[in-house]
T-cell receptor, first 112, second 113 residues
Framework: DAGITQSPRYKITETGRQVTLMCHQT?????MFWYRQDLGHGLRLIYY???????DKGEVPDGYVVSRSKTENFPLTLESATRSQTSVYFC???????????FGDGTRLSIL | AQSVTQLGSHVSVSEGALVLLRCNYS??????LFWYVQYPNQGLQLLLK????ATLVKGINGFEAEFKKSETSFHLTKPSAHMSDAAEYFC???????????WGAGTKLIIKP
């Protein structure tokens, strides 16, 4: 099925570990986004990408790294995980910047 | 700077009653406005969007929203609540000058039987 998929759905790791969250979309959308969702904060943008090899920081980029070598993939890496990065992470995509964003089902990340 | 305020982190209504979820935005230029819904353990789904055409926008599942420039509001309504409407609802705003969607903190809608 076409769509946007995130993996893993659930992840538990320890502080200091590196962890990568995967995002794959089958629409060939140009724009992709990473958000984190925390109680009381709504959605906060971490990074976004306008096309392959073009990425830019959002509201809360510190501690995260992204890459986009292919249009369909937009992985998010926590290079050295901290407890404050415990959150639910959502990936989204849109064909044009003024079009609605389509969301994956999220990754629930717990850092012990 | 743009911002979005959703009044009420929780709204409780009886089944069959009117649903009203409030969203106010601040923007110095004409905005694009969106309402999304999130069911438990799922991502966000688009309910409806305002893009400067009609001020009354109809969405999925019987929801609609009215853009009122003078009040800088984009409240979401549904005439008759259904148990399946229980979810969290998010309002978001964007302008042509900024790629980013600015999100409200969300309103959890509770439906009482």
């Amino acid at each position: 099925d076409a769509g946007i998929t995130q993996s893993p759905r659930y992840k538990i790791t320890e502080t200091g570990r590196q962890v990568t969250l995967m995002c794959h979309q089958t629409w060939s959308h140009s724009y992709m986004f990473w958000y984190r969702q925390d109680l009381g904060h709504g959605l906060r943008l971490i990074y976004y990408s306008a096309a392959a090899d073009i990425t830019d920081k959002g509201e809360v980029p510190d501690g995260y790294v992204v890459s986009r070598s292919k249009t369909e993939n937009f992985p998010l890496t926590l290079e050295s995980a901290t407890r404050s990065q415990t959150s639910v992470y959502f990936c989204a995509s849109s064909g044009q910047i003024n079009q609605p964003q389509h969301f994956g089902d999220g990754t629930r990340l717990s850092i012990l | 700077a743009q911002s979005v305020t959703q009044l009420g982190s929780h709204v409780s209504v009886s089944e069959g009653a009117l649903v009203l979820l409030r969203c106010n935005y601040s923007s110095s230029v004409p905005p694009y406005l969106f309402w999304y819904v999130q069911y438990p353990n799922q991502g966000l789904q688009l309910l409806l969007k305002y893009t400067s055409a009609a001020t009354l926008v109809k969405g999925i599942n019987g929801f609609e929203a009215e853009f009122k420039k003078s009040e800088t509001s984009f409240h979401l309504t549904k005439p008759s609540a259904h148990m399946s409407d229980a979810a969290e609802y998010f309002c978001a705003v964007r302008t042509d000058s900024n790629y980013q969607l600015i999100w409200g903190a969300g309103t959890k809608l509770i439906i009482k039987p």
